[in-house]
């Protein structure tokens, strides 16, 4: 899913040729450890962090603290990849830049953490099936086509790989476990648990 969904849109930005002070007052409005730094053309330039310009002074110009991150997003990145670069990096922010360098946004562990609860259909109703398949073609096509044929609407499916099995979590939007435990028992598919969730 694309990453422009969950960014936010509203962050501290400022000027490579400001102050020290500047950023550290954006910082402070925001609430947050750093600021997006932009050049002339308000293209982007780098991140400057509070860590590394705490003991400054505050007329001491931005420039020599500005760092390039070895990681950053373009638009039509996906939030997958945007999770991959934060778990990588460490780092607590990842810019996001259109096709002309411009930063349109950017996302935290935060929104990543609220993009995988809405692609899991945690924030949605329904009922959670976890099942433990073999990793080969054609086996979790039987369980969704079992599905549909009873007009049960599939809301997310996610898989994990382990040994030579993949465990499937696929939530669907049906309010009672017990009907659908009897369905799966009656195409002899067996799962390791059915909750119904309530979501929020």
């Not at 001491?60 to 991150?69: A, G, K, N, S, V």
């Not at 922010?93 to 996302?107: Q, T």
Request: glycine share 4%.
């Amino acid at each position: 899913m694309n990453v422009k969904k969950w960014l936010l849109t509203h962050f501290p930005s400022l000027k490579k040729n400001e102050t020290i002070g500047n950023a550290l007052r954006k910082m402070r409005d925001f609430s947050c450890d750093y600021c997006i730094v932009l050049d002339e053309n308000e293209k982007f330039e780098g991140v400057v962090y509070k860590s590394s310009i705490r003991d400054s002074e505050l007329d001491e110009p931005l420039d020599m603290y500005i760092t390039f991150p070895d990681f950053y997003v373009v638009e039509d990145s996906n939030v997958e990849e945007a999770a991959l670069m934060l778990i990588e990096n460490k780092d607590q922010i990842l810019p996001v830049v259109n096709n002309n360098a411009e930063v349109i946004g950017v996302l935290t562990v935060q929104e990543v953490l609220e993009a995988f609860t809405e692609l899991s259909a945690m924030d949605e109703q329904g009922t959670r099936i976890v099942l433990e398949l073999e990793d080969k073609p054609g086996e979790l096509k039987r369980v969704i086509d079992v599905l549909a044929n009873n007009k049960m609407n599939i809301l997310s499916i996610l898989t994990l790989k382990e040994n030579d099995k993949r465990q499937v979590s696929i939530k669907i939007q049906c309010e009672d476990p017990e009907t659908v435990a009897n369905l799966l028992e009656i195409y002899k598919i067996k799962y390791l648990s059915i909750i119904e969730e309530e979501g929020f």
